[in-house]
Nanobody, 118 residues
Framework: QVELVESGGGLVQAGGSLRVSCKASGIILNPNTMAWYRQAPGNERELVAAITSSGATAYAGSVKGRFTVSRDNDEMTVLLQMNSLKPDDTAVYYC????????????WGQGTQVTVSS
């Protein structure tokens, strides 16, 4: 079994910065992809940023240039640095670990709230 534990998030004013982190534990298969998704009230969950074991990254267009995703493979942690935050970034942010490409499963964290005030 795999567990994803998120930390960080909180309340920040527009234009500010926040960082969320996620640590995975358990039986981890490689290669894998770790990602951050978010879900705002009334909206579907959407991909924010993803990073593979080899360091390849992908971002949603709405956060490109403002958010940076990184990971530490030894510690099995993924970080999301969020700069120039906007009220539209307000959502619950979820950590995701996807090992389906190597015969594993997909796992989710419990979510952490990010609120950006105007």
């Amino acid at each position: 079994q795999v567990e994803l534990v998120e930390s960080g998030g909180g309340l920040v004013q527009a234009g500010g910065s926040l960082r969320v982190s996620c640590k995975a534990s358990g039986i981890i298969l490689n290669p894998n992809t770790m990602a951050w998704y978010r879900q705002a009230p009334g909206n579907e969950r959407e991909l924010v940023a993803a990073i593979t074991s080899s360091g390849a990254t992908a971002y949603a267009g709405s956060v490109k240039g403002r958010f940076t995703v990184s990971r530490d493979n030894d510690e099995m942690t993924v970080l999301l640095q969020m700069n120039s935050l906007k009220p539209d970034d307000t959502a619950v942010y979820y950590c995701n670990l996807d090992m389906r490409n190597v015969g594993g499963h997909e796992f989710w964290g419990q979510g952490t709230q990010v609120t950006v005030s105007s």
